[in-house]
């Protein structure tokens, strides 16, 4: 348990570290130009600020879902946290995507819960298509998600075998 608690805590600062530098290094956007670090063709870094959900659901809101999102994610943080410190020693690979979704979880609740906001500042594109951006929390809870998917195929794989053994 402890090296996934501890996984999870270096996502959360390392999330916390990059959205203070981006903050420090670039004004925020709005509506027209901003500042921006273009790092490929397809990849730059800005600022923007996410008052609501993934892809800015609920953003416009009116500021309850602040509130709402922060203890929606407590409540996931917790049930995550829990569920991490019941794994069996054989279930690794889940328990590093419970670490990973649980890391990002809580890098995106500091924000919500004392900006007001989640900083995001990675923007993919490709010419005038633009993804909606993200950050590292974001990505972390992305990848934990698809080895969620992954483990829940693996394990089923190694349970039809099982039974199919008995």
Same mark, same amino acid.
């Given at each position: ?5 501890? #996984? /999870? $805590? &270096? ?5 916390? =570290?990059?959205?203070?530098? !981006?903050? +420090? ?43 709402? #999102? /922060? $203890? &929606? ?5 917790? =049930?995550?946290?829990?569920? !991490?410190? +019941? ?80």
């Amino acid at each position: 348990m402890k090296p996934f608690i501890l #996984l /999870s $805590i &270096v996502i959360a600062i390392s999330d916390q =570290f990059t959205k203070q530098m !981006i903050v +420090r290094t670039l004004d925020q956007c709005g509506f027209g130009f901003c500042d921006s670090i273009d790092l490929l063709p397809f990849l730059k870094l800005v600022l923007l600020y996410n008052d609501g959900a993934a892809f800015s659901i609920l953003s416009d809101a009116g500021g309850w879902q602040r509130w709402f #999102l /922060s $203890i &929606v994610s407590f409540a996931v943080s917790c =049930f995550i946290f829990f569920w !991490i410190r +019941r794994l069996k020693s054989s279930e690794v690979l889940l328990g590093y995507a419970l670490a990973a979704i649980l890391g990002g979880a809580i890098g995106n609740l500091i924000d919500r819960v004392l900006l007001g906001h989640v900083v995001d500042f990675i923007l993919l594109f490709y010419e005038n298509f633009y993804f909606p951006a993200f950050n590292v929390a974001d990505a972390s809870i992305s990848v934990g998600a698809l080895l969620l998917i992954i483990d829940m195929f693996y394990n089923k794989k190694g349970r039809d075998e099982h039974e199919s053994k008995t």
